[in-house]
């Protein structure tokens, strides 16, 4: 059964730095594009941050200078580093793994991590 475990999240101050990890339990991972979102209390869920099969990389205006997502395919795992944070980044962040197995589009969600950013 496939799974994607988020993990790094927590408590931090404005101005820290948090690194958030996606582990996959998915056969073919570097197939799969990485798409991080995040939904804070009473708003959509946005989308914060993507790194493709090849490695390219796209942010929101919001997540751009501050936040660098990245995959190592030899761990199935994928990272978002989140630096100069503010309290305006506190949301559940969640990640998502999408692609194509045999012509079938596949789609996988995370349970989500929670970040707080707070003095």
């Known amino acids: 059964q496939v799974q994607l475990v988020e993990s790094g999240g927590g408590l931090v101050q404005p101005g820290g730095s948090l690194r958030l990890s996606c582990a996959a339990s998915?056969?073919?991972?570097?197939?799969?594009?990485i798409t991080w979102y995040r939904q804070a209390p009473g708003k959509q869920r946005e989308l914060v941050a993507r790194?493709?099969?090849?490695?390219?990389?796209m942010y929101a205006d919001s997540a751009k200078g501050r936040f660098t997502a990245s995959r190592d395919n030899a761990k199935n795992t994928a990272y978002l580093q989140m630096n100069s944070l503010i309290p305006e980044d506190t949301a559940v962040y969640y990640c998502?793994?999408?692609?194509?197995?045999?012509?079938?589009?596949?789609?996988?969600w995370g349970q989500g991590t929670q970040v707080t950013v707070s003095a």
């Open positions: 790194v493709t099969s090849g490695g390219s990389t």
């Open positions: 998915i056969s073919s991972f570097s197939t799969y594009g």
């Open positions: 998502n793994a999408h692609g194509r197995v045999l012509g079938t589009a596949r789609d996988y």
